[in-house]
Nanobody, 120 residues
Framework: QVQLVESGGGLVQPGGSLRLSCAAS????????IGWFRQAPGKEREGVSC????????YYADSVKGRFTISRDNAKNTVYLQMNSLKPEDTAVYYC?????????????WGKGTLVTVSS
């Protein structure tokens, strides 16, 4: 059974950092791209970042470039999202998802999300 579980969310002050984890089970992460998405209250879900399976290429939304870093540890079957210089507008539920080897494909499997709140 394919399962993705996010963790690491919480309350942080503006300018602070958090590291989110996406732990995969039921499949081998090596062959899959993993994307991070977020949904803020009253807004549509948006893509934040993605890491491909083949060459580890990474992609970022313009709003997080230079502040967020995605990485993967295939030995731990886990993908991370390091978030620095957090802003109040980063407040959202963050989800990880996968669906194939490419970041350009659709996402078929989703975690339940972890809440990130950036506030003083």
């Amino acid at each position: 059974q394919v399962q993705l579980v996010e963790s690491g969310g919480g309350l942080v002050q503006p300018g602070g950092s958090l590291r989110l984890s996406c732990a995969a089970s039921g499949f081998t992460l090596d062959y899959y791209a993993i994307g991070w998405f977020r949904q803020a209250p009253g807004k549509e879900r948006e893509g934040v970042s993605c890491i491909s399976s083949s060459d580890g290429s990474t992609y970022y939304a313009d709003s997080v470039k230079g502040r967020f870093t995605i990485s993967r540890d295939n030995a731990k079957n886990t993908v991370y999202l390091q978030m620095n210089s957090l802003k109040p507008e980063d407040t959202a539920v963050y989800y990880c998802a996968t669906g194939g080897s490419s970041c350009s494909g659709g996402m078929d499997y989703w975690g339940k999300g972890t809440l990130v709140t950036v506030s003083s």
